[in-house]
């Protein structure tokens, strides 16, 4: 019978659940971090869209009515982080320990101010075709299991965002969120959305996998101006 | 939330953590008995050197074992030929009858015999050994002059059933040779640490030295699933003998130099350990063996296991990576500036992945701090032209590794032994 000494066990133990604790804390601090961090991007991006809002109504009054294109700048600030912003989040909640329930309800307001920012969008197209000419795209996604296309429809719509930059607008709403947010609910009934990938282009519905050459040819007929069309459609 | 994904990551991380932190304590706690032989008369010894098709190196093996600094009227010296096809048995005679006719050693004999592997030549040999101690040496590798007698001063306690020294790559040329220089560098501090709680499971083929006495009792050599190294050592632990290395007695082997030859030997080595375990799996988690059988050879199974797990989540990770890049460059057509004109670099630093950033920092620091003790041990220095095959040792070679267990519990799981030449 040799010794066994359980001293030097217990101490590396706790060493290393010290070090794991240590862990934890520190993943907790970064969490808080990057929570309040956002809660102030989605502050600031609350005040804008309010603002756009009332720009918008106020456009639709005397002596307003000839200003369509003041709205650009906060326009375009809205169309580069939103959806950044919101796969950003998407991220972070996947990597959160401990404030995950926080990191949902931000992507949850984020995707309020998405469809909000979304119905703007729509409305500008019609009030001032002359300086807004894009396509807008809702884009539907399930989890990997009730939907194995997801990943090449976001391919195909990343390509296209990344060719065709602020010239469409991709709106992501993540289906497996209805029981947080009731308003996919409404969006599914409207639509009547009852597989994944979905995607609504201007107010037309697709309920299959779009491949790169049918998107092109569906984006290229939602162009007003034939400089825009020209762009992707030769 | 954590997924299964994370858990078991976190698992590996536990683990890994736990076995490092407490081999540094073992390391900085137990104080190193560093018994020798004083004031005694050098003991006769065999030198035991098998072969099989070892032309190119045999006769350098016999002139290593002969430039030993050893008194040579102690030294019996066996040349076991095991049924060789090529000129090493002509060579290694050439040679053998030069030295015979200097009339200096204790003893020369030349042994042929049919092939049947390592462990049978050892036997072989052992049939006529009468010297109190007997070294195996192998035929790829070379002692420094002194190596012998720091083995042998080691042989103070008569618990002491055998001592290895500490490998070192022989001229490493390439990368993969100067990765597993490295390699043999960190297991020889791993083993200096092990030392210390009695827990050595493996006495390599070069120049590891036994006591006669205590073989004969707990048996001759066994075939061992072709690592009769590892399961003598294990039969000596099983008698309650004591393994020790002798730190500063170097021995130089040569390293396999293509990746394939590597995977062979590790395949044949890990093949060897996992059956060995397997057949004394009695001793493991038995107080009865100390650490050895609480700690050693839990730590070996163990090993293995997060080995191929860290590959398949490596692996998996890659193909998701590999896979998005792909389809994205198709989508481009695969004309890649276009593909890079698009790509956004706005990195913030929240979007580090905090566990693996502070893992990655963590085992980067103990692997620096673990090279750094261990060329201390080692009696290297870092140089600055060794920093890409450390680079490749931290972040590919225990992937390989992982790669190897993996085609290992595949070959169990198939039911393949090691097809390896006896």
Known sequence: ?234 | MLGTIEIIQSVIYFVSLYYVIFWLLVLFDVPQKDEKRKNREWPEISILVPAYNEEKNIVSTLKAAYDLDYPKNKVKLFFIDDGSSDRTLERGTKYLNVIMKKGEYLGIKIITQKNGGKYSALNNALKYVDTELFATLDADSMPETDALKKVVEKFEDPKIGAVSPVLKVYDPKNYLQKIQWFEYAVNHFYKSIICKLNAIHVTPGPLSTYRTKVVRRVGYFREAHKTEDMEMAMRIQKAHYKIIQANDAFVYTKAPGTIKALYKQRHRWNLGTFKNLIDYKKMMFNKNYGDFGLFQLPVILISGLLGIVVVALVANELWKSITHKYNMLKLFNFNILDYLSTMKFDIMLYDMDLRTTATFVIFLALSIFVIWLSLKVYRERFMIKRTISFVLYFFLYYLFLGVVWLGVFKDILLGRGSDWKK
Do not use: H
């Open chain 1, 1 to 234: 019978m040799r010794k066994f000494e359980k001293r030097k066990y217990i101490i590396a133990f706790i060493i290393t659940l010290a070090i794991f604790l240590l862990g934890f804390f520190l993943g907790f601090v970064m969490d808080l971090q990057r929570v309040n961090y956002f809660q102030e991007i989605t502050d600031k991006q609350k005040l804008d869209l309010n603002s756009l809002q009332l720009q918008y109504e106020l456009a639709q009054e005397e002596p307003f009515s000839e200003s369509c294109g003041a709205f650009e700048v906060l326009f375009q600030r809205f169309m580069t982080d939103l959806e950044y912003n919101r796969q950003r989040i998407d991220t972070y909640q996947e990597q959160a320990n401990i404030k995950s329930e926080d990191f949902q309800n931000l992507k949850r307001e984020y995707m309020l101010s998405q469809i909000k920012f979304w119905q703007i969008s729509r409305n500008l197209e019609k009030f001032c075709p002359q300086n807004y000419d894009f396509v807008t795209v809702i884009y539907f996604y399930s989890d990997e299991v009730s939907c194995s296309d997801c990943v090449n429809q976001a391919n195909v719509l990343d390509y296209y965002k990344r060719v065709l930059k602020d010239k469409i607008l991709i709106f992501s709403i993540d289906e497996t969120f209805k029981d947080r947010e009731s308003i996919i609910e409404l969006f599914k009934a409207t639509y009547n959305i009852t597989q994944y990938p979905t995607l609504i282009i201007d107010d037309k519905v697709y309920s299959s996998m779009i491949d790169k050459a049918e998107l092109k040819n569906i984006l290229c007929s939602g162009y007003l101006s034939e400089q825009e069309q020209l762009q992707i459609c030769d």
